[in-house]
């Protein structure tokens, strides 16, 4: 009964769209029809300004979180990969946005730093690298999403590989636009460049 409690409060803790209410309170705009026209912290704090795109992660990282530290010691495998899914798929397909969502990178973190912490810190150390390296969000998410699995098995996480290796997959579904943008030399780095094509708005710059 718990199980089934937490999995409710999952899917509707990650239904809600804190870069879409965050994005309208501090600039009135709709995230969606701005920038890469994501919901999700990376475009909120190209949008907006970095602090706030860091309140929307925190914010998607907390919700896929909390339902999962909330389960009892003993919880199952089963159980557990069902919360975290819910949680996942709650944010990637709100009930609240028409069943649209954020592509649940973050809200991925917060599920595994309590489910799997340690896989997930590796994980989010290679995720950083790869962004610091190449300039591109969408990479290090892939990155991560590439080492989730293979750190669940290393850290011996392992009743946490089925959720790692399914999100591992969904995460590159969700990430199928960014993977042709990048196949393409088109995918829009973290910070634009001087010589880049502005796509938001001239009153959204600052």
């Not at 649209?100 to 991925?108: E, F, H, I, L, M």
């Amino acid at each position: 009964m718990i199980a089934i409690l937490l999995i409710l409060v999952a899917f509707g803790l990650g239904a809600v769209p804190f870069g879409l209410y965050v994005a309208r309170f501090v600039k009135g705009i709709d995230p969606r029809d701005a920038g890469s026209k994501n919901i999700g912290a990376t475009n909120v704090a190209r949008l907006c300004g970095t602090q706030w795109g860091v309140l929307v992660l925190a914010l998607d990282i907390f919700k896929g979180y909390l339902p999962a530290a909330l389960a009892p010691d003993g919880t199952g495998w089963v159980a557990l990969t069902l919360i975290g899914a819910a949680s996942i798929l709650g944010h990637a397909y709100s009930p609240l946005l028409q069943f649209r969502g954020g592509k649940a990178v973050a809200t991925t973190i917060g599920v595994f730093l309590a489910l799997a912490p340690w896989a997930m810190f590796f994980a989010v150390v290679c995720c950083l690298a790869v962004i610091a390296l190449s300039g591109y969000v969408s990479m290090g998410s892939l990155t991560l999403a590439l080492a989730l699995p293979v750190f669940s098995l290393l850290t011996g996480s392992l009743r946490m590989v089925p959720l790692a290796a399914g999100v591992m997959l969904f995460l590159f579904w969700r990430h199928r636009e960014n993977i042709l943008r990048l196949s393409k030399g088109e995918e829009m780095p973290w910070r634009r460049r001087k010589d880049d094509p502005v796509t938001e708005p001239p009153d959204l710059e600052g």
